[in-house]
């Protein structure tokens, strides 16, 4: 057994205080790191120290491995947990990490590698008997190659790029004719943002959903599924709702496919947390999709209907611990119903991110609530990180209780400064389609247009309250907030418009 | 007490408000004020408790209320957003939407044609091309690779 004593989270935001929370209540020591523009996020007084990675772009701060590995050294942290986005799936930096003598809290580099590489993934869980979406087997370049490989599989297809992810780089192709300016601009897409230009193509399934299973696994090889994920509430290939169960699954669908998700594990001897994503198609046969090595965004929603806790056991592997029998005995079984929400700063429309101050900031609670934030009052939010502000998850005994759940739970959020997605999330727990359960990643486009309701008559009252200079203007209300937070307030009115 | 005029999602109000009476285009409202360390945090309105909450910035108002975010406004302000001297659109590029400038294809003084691909833009992990709104000269860049801009930020500016 290794020893953890003090961890370093090389991330920000609302998994930044994720991770640094369990690690307080192991009794380990925590590490923040910040940029200069990002000194006061609120990671930064989470932590026991805060190490400054200097001032500069997201590349020269916290995408860079020798700053992080300078902010391990002299903070004397121990072992690095990377979070998720950054530095969590780079195979270097994991290796980089363990030859400084730390511990790395994720998967060992080579698996990393197996499944980052979105082609060698396919090919790999082919040989482990784990079903894939219809592909080609090979990058190409060459326009003619290309061409027939499409013409084989079928229009419509998808344009992906081989070293690719969260839906960058990704287009479809419906006609030949439109083939040849896809490829080419996927490629220049990949190139500049993965620096390998290497295409394939996969057939599109239409309306497919989209499930993926949790996984974990411990250095002995001990491998589990924790159960799975849907997640095709989706807008712009980027999942905005997830829920667990899925109304999609049989028993028999989610033992195949949990046993799939196992197996895909095991075939790049994976450790610590994992999720192998699939794509269900309309005749209820699943696709390997890809896999993510690190703790995910919607992680929150295992938790809460397993009642465990993912990153203690991610810090657990990484020590040596094995798995909990329970675990590997399979006497896990999920209770009730979770549906995560992600609140992003963006145009409730157009979703187009959003930048500003967050002048007010009032999170839901109360039964079943968690909320997992990544900004408070006084915030700025800026376009440089992921738009995401916060994760709201409702856990009920059932499917309609925990949507009603997170509806209250959308009515008590209170964002003022910076426009949200909130009509967007109240639009779809609204809809006849995600209430029925049969839904499809195409949800999103389907919902009825809303129309923007005019200001109630107390709307317009408070903003006379506010304007007419009469009464104070509205500042922040003394909201019961951790003692976390009891920092210097901002007060509205004293920013420069 | 004088009403004031407010504008809120395209629509307007006259506001008056007195000795917790409110009246909206004419239409009487009771209310009570609900305040927490001087904070306003719900009004009492014709018998009904509703949460709300408010924050101001100059001439504007954020105001949540039953779960909805109101951005009401006094019209007479200078809060209409900056445009260039004239209001006249300016002879330029202009970013459609915030993002971070992935590449810039021209020079200053190059000449470019009526749809060339000037800018290239990259927001919500998407590449957008930016072109030359006609034909001319590029006479200013104002950015460099890199930069985040807003929406509505000149990139370039053509003679």
Same mark, same amino acid.
């Given at each position: ?23 307080? &209540?192991?009794? @380990? ?25 200097? *001032?500069?772009?997201?590349? &020269?701060?916290?995408?860079? @491995? ?295 900031? @009032? &999170? ?97 009252? *408070?903003?006379?309250?506010?304007? !007419? ?9 003394? !909201? ?18 | ?5 407010? +504008? ?9 408000? +007195? ?125 460099? +690779? ?14």
């Amino acid at each position: 057994m290794r020893t953890i004593r003090r961890l370093l989270v090389a991330n920000r935001g609302e998994i930044s205080v994720r991770v640094l929370r369990t690690a307080r &209540e192991l009794g @380990i020591g925590t590490v923040a790191v910040f940029a200069e523009s990002d000194a006061g996020g609120i990671h930064v007084e989470r932590a026991d120290r805060a190490a400054s990675l200097g *001032a500069g772009s997201v590349a &020269e701060t916290y995408l860079s @491995i020798p700053k992080i590995l300078e902010a391990a050294r002299s903070s004397g942290a121990d072992a690095i947990h990377p979070g998720y986005g950054f530095l969590a799936e780079n195979a270097d930096f994991a290796r980089a990490v363990e030859a400084e003598g730390l511990v790395w809290v994720g998967p060992p580099a080579g698996a990393i590698e197996a499944m980052g590489d979105k082609l060698r993934a396919r090919a790999r869980m082919r040989e482990a008997g784990v079903p894939v979406v219809p592909g080609s087997d090979a990058g190409a370049k060459d326009p003619a190659d290309l061409a027939r490989e499409a013409e084989r599989l079928g229009y419509p297809i998808l344009v992906k790029a081989s070293a690719g992810g969260g839906g960058k780089g990704m287009s479809r192709v419906d006609r030949p004719a439109d083939l040849r300016a896809a490829v080419e601009e996927a490629m220049r897409i990949a190139a500049s943002a993965f620096g390998d230009d290497s295409v394939y193509l996969e057939k599109l399934l239409e309306r497919p959903r989209h499930v993926e299973f949790q996984v974990f696994a411990d250095q002995r090889g001990n491998t589990v599924h924790l159960f799975e994920r849907e997640c095709s509430v989706q807008r712009r290939h980027q999942k905005i709702v997830e829920e667990t169960p899925s109304s999609a699954l049989s028993p028999a669908l989610r033992g195949a496919m949990g046993e799939a998700a196992v197996e895909a594990a095991r075939a790049v001897g994976y450790i610590g947390a994992g999720t192998i994503e699939f794509l269900l198609d309309t005749d209820g046969r699943f696709h390997f999709l890809e896999a993510n090595t690190r703790l995910q965004v919607e992680h929150p929603i295992t938790e809460a209907t397993l009642g465990i806790d993912l990153v203690r056991w991610q810090l657990e592997v990484a020590r040596g611990a094995d798995l909990p029998s329970d675990w590997t005995e399979g006497r896990l079984s999920p209770r009730g119903h979770a549906i995560e929400m992600r609140l992003y700063a963006e145009d409730p429309v157009d979703f187009l991110p959003r930048a500003g101050t967050v002048l007010e900031w @009032i &999170e839901p609670a109360g039964p079943g609530v968690r909320v997992d934030s990544g900004v408070a009052a006084g915030s700025e939010v800026s376009l440089e990180y992921d738009p995401l502000l916060a994760k709201i998850v409702a856990r009920g005994e059932d499917r309609p209780a925990a949507v009603e759940r997170a509806l209250r739970a959308l009515d008590e959020l209170v964002v003022l400064g910076v426009e949200t997605n909130r009509p967007l999330l109240a639009a779809v727990l609204r809809s006849e389609e995600f209430r029925s359960g049969a839904y499809d990643t195409d949800l999103v486009s389907r919902l009825p247009r809303e129309e923007t309701s005019p200001a109630p008559p107390a709307a317009w009252i *408070a903003a006379a309250l506010a304007l !007419s200079g009469k009464a104070p203007s509205g500042a922040p209300a003394a !909201s019961a907030r951790d003692p976390w937070e009891s920092g210097d307030r901002w007060r509205p009115g004293e920013s420069a418009g | 007490m004088k009403g004031i005029r407010l +504008e809120s999602r395209g629509e307007g109000r006259e506001v008056l408000l +007195e000795n917790g009476n409110a009246l909206l285009d004419g239409t009487a409202h009771s209310f009570r004020e609900i305040r927490r360390g001087g904070s306003l945090v719900a009004l009492e309105l014709d018998g009904t408790v509703v949460p709300v909450r408010v924050a101001r910035q100059g001439d504007r108002a954020f105001v949540w209320c039953a779960g909805d975010v109101f951005e009401v406004r006094r019209p007479a302000g200078r809060t209409a957003r900056a445009r260039p001297a004239g209001g006249e659109p300016h002879a330029g590029l202009v970013a459609p939407m915030p993002g971070r400038i992935r590449k810039t294809l021209v020079q200053t003084g190059e000449e470019v044609a009526k749809g060339q691909v000037v800018v290239v833009l990259e927001a919500m992990k998407m590449e957008h091309a930016i072109r030359a709104p006609q034909d001319g000269v590029i006479t200013k860049l104002r950015h460099r +690779e890199g930069d985040l801009v807003d929406a509505g930020t000149v990139l370039a500016e053509i003679s």
